[in-house]
């Protein structure tokens, strides 16, 4: 039995319980994704002073809502970032890039103090990459290079067909890679020439978890 219908009310929970983490009436750097949406609906109750959107989708969702969104350039750093994950483990280490926004993401979460991570108990994982395979964003004309160069380490590279980034390039979707340190194999596919970013957060990992489980919601800290 569970405390929740279904995926989607897990995901509203999430969001729910991840509104007194944020900054009242701050300027919130916002992630991409289905959970997230949630959570931007119930933004207005925060009276941000702005936001800064980690996709084109994300920041019309803000601006529909009235809430003003500006450039990263703007600011020097930010109160908190929140956003969902596609994987995510003990050690708060995850892979994102499951809407192609991972470049954005990363860039939004690195300049903020807190990344606030909401997902459903299905994202939890104990390993990475084993059931969701890791996207990478390439520029285009090193489609193939990087994908060579993938399957060296390892990896067994997807294109992801009719998908075009915000920034303009392509996302190769990793399957079968042995994360098993992913602090390293996200600095090593990142010196891939033509690699423009790649799907782990370890780096900049998320500093608080909050997943809907099927008994409520729990609130995870990173496992050392
Ligand atoms: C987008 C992402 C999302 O955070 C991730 O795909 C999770 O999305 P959802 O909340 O829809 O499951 O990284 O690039």
């Given amino acids: 039995m569970s405390l ?78 929140v956003d969902g994950a596609d994987e995510i483990d003990r050690h708060l280490h995850m892979i994102k890039g499951g809407g192609a926004a991972l470049t954005r993401e990363k860039i939004v979460a690195s ?38 160069k993938i399957v060296a380490l390892g990896g067994d590279p997807a294109y992801r067909e009719g998908v075009v980034t915000d920034n303009g390039n392509v996302i190769l979707d990793i399957h079968h890679l042995n994360i098993l340190n992913a602090l390293e194999i996200e600095k090593t596919i990142n010196n891939i020439p033509g690699v423009v970013t790649n799907g782990i957060f370890a780096i900049n990992k998320a500093d608080i978890a909050i997943v809907a489980t099927n008994q409520g919601i729990e609130e995870r800290l990173s496992v050392l």
């Avoid at 933004?43 to 002073?49: G, I, M, V």
């Avoid at 702005?50 to 019309?60: G, M, N, R």
């Fill in 4 to 81: 929740y219908a279904n995926q989607d009310a897990k995901k509203q929970a999430a969001a729910e319980a991840a509104l007194k983490h944020l900054p009242y009436g701050g300027i919130l750097g916002v992630g991409t994704g289905s959970t997230v949406n949630f959570l931007i609906d119930l933004l207005p109750q925060l009276e941000l002073e702005a936001a800064v959107a980690s996709s084109e989708a994300t920041a019309q969702r803000l601006k529909k809502l009235g809430i003003e969104v500006i450039d990263m350039n703007q600011v020097s750093g930010l109160d908190a970032y």
């Fill in 111 to 148: 300049i903020a103090k807190k990344f606030v991570c909401i997902v459903d108990d299905s994202k939890w994982v104990d390993q990475l990459g084993l059931d969701f395979p890791l996207p990478i964003e390439v520029i285009p004309m090193a489609r193939s290079a990087v994908a060579r």
